[in-house]
């Protein structure tokens, strides 16, 4: 039974004081003693003068009461319990001493240990029997009946002063800490006992999420005995990714291969991304649909306009599924970010159109040759000039000029001229076709005379040019200008004109320009 030890008499003037444990207050202020169950004596209620503490043991080892002097003996009664009655020594005949009670005509014959000096403790007072109360949190309902509480109530009672400390329990099983002293004892012991009770509570708590945590790791100990682990490192800019808007994509990849997914390190460079489930291939495809990288993709010399000409990256991103993929015109390569098997994937298309490349540069020759052959069949179908443009051209590239080898191209423009002529005149150059650098055939064209010169154009526009004109009134002078154009072109021989002149020409001229 929980209860600070006291001693009682049973009136205010006997001499003997019964050992009992104050336990409660009654509701008219007395104190609720009970005693040891030997006694037979059942809970009592005394009034506070009745009631006093036990001396605190002597220190003195080596006293030992003189003869005449007042002590209090251990006396043993049949159904009581422990008592001191007070008495005189009478006389010493060591070991025992003989003591004289009052109202008795023989003296009793005790041993040293069963005598101790007359107690100076006071009786109680009315205002030492305050009580107060204080709730114990739910979750420490258990730990409330522990041995560790009674330490912790120990420690409060004798640092506060309080009589007594102890746990009860009320109506509906609520768990309280009963106090009792005086009003300021009884302040201070609340103060320090809910200093307890919190840190307690958060004890427990920790120790509650403890329990639970190594009840999973065990149950996943047992389920995961024979799982498979897959363990990969990516850039931490993908674990946004990985794991989507509010976990929504790791959450269902976790559902849909039935693994557990966990990432570390997300604040380095290298995130760590583990996978583990209950079979190889549930774990294998969950990587595939989490692992992100960035891939380059080496395209071999002479080969990265052609492919540029052939490869739409904005299609090859959409078809693959990538995140990004892009030129990187400083090392020559395809820059590539996405899925781990999209990038592969992306990849083997590239690789494929490689394959190809021998394909179109052999188609190409045969295209120059038969363009070669028409020329030599028919010199005066094509026009041949020195000049240098830009545009869109004919051939086996399926675009513009750009990345397709030099040779022979298709292109319409309009330019200015400077040419010799016996009369000076500015006028705009027509429209007309140009080749690239190289021969150029223009099977469309219906006219009769070819001019020589260099010419240079670039997208469409029109141009002014300054010329002398010596065999028509029409002059008819190709000029600088921009246009379409296929690239450089040789002039026709020095026979198809008998007028010489430089100049940037884009189109149609029937005259020499300069």
């Known amino acids: 039974m929980d209860g600070t030890p006291v001693e009682i008499r049973e009136s205010a003037d006997s001499t003997v004081w019964y050992e009992g444990l104050l336990v409660n207050v009654a509701g008219d202020g007395k104190a609720s003693v009970a005693f040891s169950p030997v006694s037979e004596w059942p809970t009592t209620d005394y009034a506070p003068d009745c009631v006093r503490l036990p001396p605190p043991p002597s220190t003195d080892k080596e006293w030992v009461p003189r003869v005449g002097e007042p002590v209090e003996a251990d006396v043993a009664e049949i159904n009581t319990p422990p008592a001191w009655r007070s008495g005189v020594v009478a006389e010493h005949r060591l070991p025992f001493i003989y003591i004289q009670f009052p109202g008795q005509a023989k003296t009793s014959i005790l041993e040293k240990h069963n005598i101790r000096p007359v107690s100076t403790q006071p009786p109680l007072t009315q205002g030492m029997l305050s009580t107060a109360r204080v709730d114990v949190e739910p979750g420490l309902s258990e730990w409330a009946q522990t041995d560790d509480v009674r330490g912790c109530l120990s ?228 026009y041949r000039g020195k000049g240098k443009g830009k545009g869109k051209s004919g051939g086996m590239w399926g675009g513009g000029d750009k990345g397709r080898p030099k040779g022979e191209g298709w292109s319409k423009g309009k330019g200015y001229g400077k040419g010799e002529d016996d009369d000076k005149g500015k006028g705009k150059g027509g429209k007309g076709s140009k080749g690239g650098k190289g021969m150029d055939i223009d099977l469309d064209s219906s006219s009769d005379e070819d001019a020589k010169g260099k010419g240079k154009g670039k997208g469409k526009s029109k141009g002014k040019g300054k010329g002398k004109d010596a065999d028509s009134d029409e002059n008819e002078d190709g000029g600088k200008g921009k246009g379409k154009s296929g690239g450089k072109g040789k002039g026709p021989p020095p026979d198809a004109s008998d007028e010489k002149g430089k100049g940037k020409e884009g189109g149609k001229s029937r005259k020499k320009g300069k």
């Open 155 to 382: 420690q409060v009672q004798t640092q506060s002063g309080v009589l007594l400390a102890k746990v009860i329990v009320v109506r509906g099983g609520r768990v309280k800490v009963l106090l009792i002293g005086s009003a300021m004892e009884n302040k201070r012991a609340k103060l320090l006992l809910e200093l307890h009770l919190s840190h307690q509570l958060k004890m427990q708590q920790f120790y509650d999420r403890r329990d639970k945590r190594l009840k999973v790791i065990e149950a996943r100990r047992a389920k995961y005995e024979n799982a498979s682990v897959e363990e990969f490192h990516t850039d931490a800019r993908f674990v946004g990714m990985i794991i989507g808007k509010g976990g929504a994509n790791i959450q269902a990849v976790q559902e849909k291969f039935e693994v557990e997914i966990s990432v570390t390190n997300a604040s380095e460079a290298q995130a760590k991304v583990r996978i583990v489930g209950g079979t190889k291939e549930s774990v294998v495809a969950a990587r595939q649909n989490l692992e992100y990288v960035t891939d380059q993709f080496s395209v071999p010399p002479g080969m990265q306009n052609w492919l540029d000409t052939i490869v739409n990256l904005d299609d090859l991103r959409r078809n693959a599924d990538l995140y990004s993929c892009y030129w990187s015109d400083e090392n020559d390569v395809v820059e590539m970010q996405g899925l781990a098997r999209n990038v592969r994937d992306a990849k083997v298309m590239l690789e494929t159109h490689l394959q190809y490349a021998e394909v179109y540069v052999e188609m190409e020759r045969d295209e120059d040759s038969i363009r070669q052959q028409l020329r030599e069949l028919d010199p005066s179908s094509y």
